[in-house]
């Protein structure tokens, strides 16, 4: 065997030979004899029941040189050190996390970006990869191609006229004034309703009862389910509206992300008719959009169950409806009354796809409930009322009057955005609201007298 000795500044020996130790005041041992690097034969004592050499050291920065060992127990420390320094480098400059000395760069003047801008618009917007860029507006091309690219993406991203969209590893620009509203604004029905603070912790053996199938954005508790690299997800009314999904929970890693980017385009392919159509990964406000025709295409509602898993093709998520044959089925359906309130009533709807019977609902009057979300906040009033108005009407659908919490959710957010959390935190702790088990709750008799006030 060959052994090591750290105290002997890492020096590697031999072990040639081995015999019994004799000290009465150790006990019993061994003694192996090595031979060294130079040639030397030394005796080390060996097999030592009690010696501290018998526990391995922990392996830390304080006693390892060996940079694998240092980057895996400090690598986000140390890129966190790394990069403030250079961000605090007045001579350097970033584009999509690389770095480059900015007295290098090669000039671009507005006469360029004006180009930029024509070529893009010809594009419908884009996107385009830097490199088509170059070879239309005629930058120079006598110097190195790659610090071409980096100077005019450096130009690029300090114009507001243009967007870097490409996913990590890959830029490609997008005029800005050309995406989608919903993209550069986000849509009113995922901005989030004012609610009261809560304790996340009091509602949590609740909120983990919700089914695997839902994820909302303003929840990051709800996972959601992984199986077979899929995730299957109920659709809500605010994403159904809007032409959206979430980003929360396995979605997060499921669509493509940015080094910087605020907005990232990917493609999606629909598995079904085997189209691909655009889809926009719009990060700070964790949504996707791109789907309003797609939901129409499918004849899909809000309930619907859609399966997302990534394609083997970079930059593409496939989709996919959880198709039945089309029928009349008894789905709860919103209504507006004459006093522009909610109700709710079972009727039979065609659908062709599969849904969550809890969370389904169809709306035959869109531009009924639109008013609604247009509506001030104080016409609406608190998210206290909301909750308890819709639990009235829900209640009148079912002669126990019981209604579930994944019920209620979803007719909340028919109106206004808001997460189970804060729904789950007012049933818990509102006097006038049972909690039955099982995510089950009644409004008590004594509430009935409220609802004119």
């Known amino acids: 065997q060959t052994v090591t000795f750290p105290l002997l500044n890492n020096q590697a020996g031999r072990i040639i030979s081995s015999r019994s130790g004799k000290n009465p005041a150790i006990g019993e041992f ?5 031979e060294m690097a130079g040639g030397d034969i030394r005796s080390f004592a060996a097999e030592l029941e009690d010696h501290k050499l018998n526990i391995p050291p922990i392996v830390g920065l304080e006693n390892t040189n060996e940079p694998d060992e240092i980057l895996k127990s400090f690598q986000g420390t140390l890129e966190t050190i790394l990069e403030t320094g250079l961000a605090d480098n007045p001579d350097l400059v970033r584009i999509a996390d690389r770095w ?5 760069l090669v000039d671009v003047n507005i006469g360029h970006l004006n180009l930029v801008e024509a070529l893009l618009e010809m594009e419908n917007g884009g996107p385009l990869p830097t490199k088509k860029i170059i070879d239309q507006i005629e930058l120079p091309t006598d110097v190195n191609l790659r610090l071409t690219e980096f100077s005019l993406n450096h130009a690029l991203q300090n114009d507001g006229r243009f967007d870097e969209v490409g996913p990590s590893g890959e830029v490609l620009w997008f005029l800005r004034r050309l995406e989608p509203p919903e993209v550069r604004e986000t849509p009113i029905y995922l901005r989030k309703s004012s609610y009261p603070e809560y304790d996340a912790a009091y509602n949590e ?43 929360s929970g396995y979605l997060t890693n499921l669509f493509p992300s940015a080094y910087e980017s605020p907005r990232v385009l990917f493609t999606f392919f629909d598995t079904e008719n085997n189209d691909r159509f655009s889809g926009w990964v719009v990060r700070q406000s964790k949504y996707v959009f791109g789907l309003h025709e797609w ?93 308890l108005a819709m639990m009235r009407e829900l209640a009148k659908l079912t002669p126990q009057g019981h209604v579930h919490a994944q019920e209620l959710y979803s007719a909340v957010n028919l109106v206004r955005r808001c997460p189970p959390g804060p729904i789950l935190s007012l049933l818990l702790e509102n006097d006038q609201v049972s909690d039955l088990g099982n995510l089950y709750f009644r409004l008590e008799d004594k509430a009935k007298g409220d609802e004119n006030d």
């Open 295 to 387: 939901y129409k295409l499918h004849d899909i509602i809000p309930g619907s169950l859609i399966a997302l898993e990534k394609s083997e093709k970079s930059g593409e998520i496939l989709i996919k409806i959880q198709k039945r044959r089309s029928s009349k089925e008894y789905v709860k359906t919103a209504l507006v009354g004459a006093d522009g309130g909610i109700v709710f009533a079972n009727l039979k709807q065609m659908v062709s796809c599969e849904f969550d019977e809890r969370l389904a609902l169809v709306t035959p009057d869109v531009d009924s409930i639109d008013a609604i979300w247009q509506s001030s906040a104080k016409q609406r009033g608190t998210i206290e009322k909301s909750i």
């Open 30 to 34: 061994m003694v192996i004899d090595v």
């Open 100 to 104: 480059f000395p900015k007295a290098l």
């Open 205 to 247: 053996t609740h909120l983990s009862l919700f089914d695997e199938h839902i994820i909302d954005e303003l929840q990051p508790e709800l996972m959601g389910r992984l199986k077979d690299g899929a995730v299957v997800i109920a659709l809500t009314y605010p994403h159904w509206r809007s032409g959206t999904l979430p980003i």
